[in-house]
């Protein structure tokens, strides 16, 4: 079970930290996910890292201001984001899938957290 948190009311330009933490199961085989839904939209990719941290890709949307890292000995992997946009406003999603390979789409990711709300205001 994946756990996400650090999400918050900030300012345009701000930046927020989220965690996502595994309650049992080790994330250090899996390919961790980052993806976000806003109200009325549909869930989209939004940064992927894979098992060791060597590879990260990004989705289009974060125009790299987010970066993705992970800390297998804390069993935990981050989204850094900076410079926030209303735009960024959404629930953000962690994600696992055991495909070394990652993925971008939601049906590619086996396991989900619930969700940080990230709220950013103009």
């Known amino acids: 079970q994946l756990q996400a948190s650090g999400g918050g009311l900030v300012q345009a330009g701000d930046s927020l930290r989220l965690s996502c933490e595994a309650s049992?199961?080790?994330?250090?085989?899996?390919?961790m996910g980052w993806f976000r839904q806003a109200s009325g939209k549909e869930r989209e990719f939004v940064a992927g890292?894979?098992?060791?941290?060597?590879?990260?890709y990004y989705g289009d949307s974060q125009k790299g201001r987010f970066t993705i890292s992970r800390d297998n000995t804390k069993n935990k992997a981050y989204l850094q984001m900076n410079n926030l946009e209303p735009e960024d406003t959404a629930v953000y999603y962690c994600?696992?899938?055991?495909?070394?390979?990652?993925?971008?789409?939601?049906?590619?990711?086996?396991?989900w957290g619930q969700g940080t709300q990230v709220t950013v205001s103009s």
């Open positions: 890292i894979n098992w060791n941290g060597y590879v990260k």
């Open positions: 049992r199961d080790t994330l250090r085989s899996y390919t």
């Open positions: 994600a696992a899938t055991y495909d070394p390979l990652g993925g971008r789409r939601r049906s590619e990711f086996q396991y």
